[in-house]
């Protein structure tokens, strides 16, 4: 923390862009710098939405050029991670059902984030709904973090008896979201191996 609040702006940018790469959860000491950086007035709120979107946007796209290459040596450290393989398998679930506002949901959700950009290389997604769409994504998810940070920081200064109830509205939103998405992929995955089975009874 205190290295990212003695770089600034460019330790914001390099954590954000890390998490891009497969790095999750490094990103969180950046989102905290930048909305301190707001409140001494040394940046707009839309500036530092710009910084940690831009930051985004740079480690997402050079992963997914990276698996998009093909088989490479970084390609093949990067598949060695089972959460990769499980992003991926979301993400070509959900495009083939919903094309590629699927990158959208990849970049809203932080549990897929650091690796959706990698899956969307693996799955070939071109360049123009890649970028488009991440960048949509990216900015969206940006805005929101930085609000959210700067808004949970107002009510716990202000008001302290609200404390209690901002940490459970933070670990409900955060645990609540991670079981739903576990419910839903094992869900899924069981219907994929319902459907193999059928198929392979002759």
Do not use: D
């Amino acid at each position: 923390m205190e290295w990212v609040r003695a770089n600034g702006a460019p330790g914001v940018f390099l954590l954000v862009a890390l998490e891009n790469l497969g790095i999750p959860w490094i990103a969180v000491p950046g989102y905290i710098v930048a909305g301190e950086i707001v409140r001494a007035g040394r940046m707009s709120f839309w500036s530092a939405v710009l910084l940690i979107t831009a930051g985004h946007m740079t480690g997402a796209t050079i992963a997914w050029a990276i698996m998009r290459a093909g088989e490479n040596a970084l390609s093949r450290f990067f598949l060695r991670n089972k959460r990769l393989e499980r992003a991926h398998a979301w993400l070509c679930r959900w495009y083939a059902r919903r094309g590629p506002t699927t990158l959208l949901a990849g970049r809203l959700l932080g549990q897929i984030r650091p690796w959706a950009s990698l899956a969307a290389g693996m799955a070939r997604v071109g360049v123009i709904p890649f970028l488009v769409f991440s960048a949509i994504g990216s900015a969206a998810y940006s805005a929101a973090a930085v609000f959210v940070w700067l808004t949970g920081i107002k009510i716990w200064l202000w008001l302290p008896q609200m404390r209690w109830l901002l940490i459970v509205l933070m670990l409900v939103s955060f645990f609540g979201l991670m079981i739903y998405l576990l419910v839903k992929f094992r869900k899924e995955r069981r219907e994929v191996r319902e459907i193999e089975e059928e198929r392979s009874v002759p």
